[in-house]
Nanobody, 121 residues
Framework: QVHLVESGGGTVQPGGSLRLSCEVS????????MGWYRQAPGKERELVAS???????NYADSVKGRFTISRDNAKNTVSIQMNILKPEDTAVYYC???????????????WGQGTQVTVSS
C-alpha cells in the first residue's frame, strides 16, 4: 500500500504565505511525478504545480511567480511554498504522486486526502 499524508493547510489573509508538505510512504520503488492539485467549490480539480524526479517543474499560469514546488527524493516528500496568496487560491489542495510500487510494476497514481487552504480577510 501507498499513503500520501499532507500537512500545512489553514487560513491566511490575502498577501500571506503558506507552505504545504506531503510525505509518500509504503511500497515505493520509484516516484516519477509529484505535484499538487486543487479543487475549489463548484469547480473541477486543477493542476497547481508538478515536479519530475529530475527536478523539472510545471506551474499553472495563475500561480507562476507566487508558488514554488520542491521535492526531497531521499525523504519522498514534496512541498509547495505559496506566497502572495489571493482569495481565488482558496481550495482543497491535494498531493499527487505517480510512482512504481515495484521494479517490474507499471506506474500508478496516488492521491492524498486533501488539505483546506482558505485565503480571507
Amino acid at each position: 500500500q501507498v499513503h500520501l499524508v499532507e500537512s500545512g493547510g489553514g487560513t491566511v489573509q490575502p498577501g500571506g504565505s503558506l507552505r504545504l508538505s506531503c510525505e509518500v510512504s509504503g511500497s515505493i520503488f520509484s516516484i516519477n511525478i509529484m505535484g499538487w492539485y486543487r479543487q475549489a467549490p463548484g469547480k473541477e480539480r486543477e493542476l497547481v504545480a508538478s515536479i519530475s524526479d529530475i527536478g523539472s517543474t510545471n506551474y499553472a499560469d495563475s500561480v507562476k511567480g507566487r508558488f514554488t514546488i520542491s521535492r526531497d527524493n531521499a525523504k519522498n516528500t514534496v512541498s509547495i511554498q505559496m506566497n502572495i496568496l489571493k482569495p481565488e487560491d482558496t481550495a482543497v489542495y491535494y498531493c499527487h504522486a505517480n510512482l512504481r510500487p515495484g521494479p517490474i510494476s507499471r506506474s500508478f497514481t496516488y492521491w492524498g486526502q486533501g488539505t483546506q487552504v482558505t485565503v480571507s480577510s
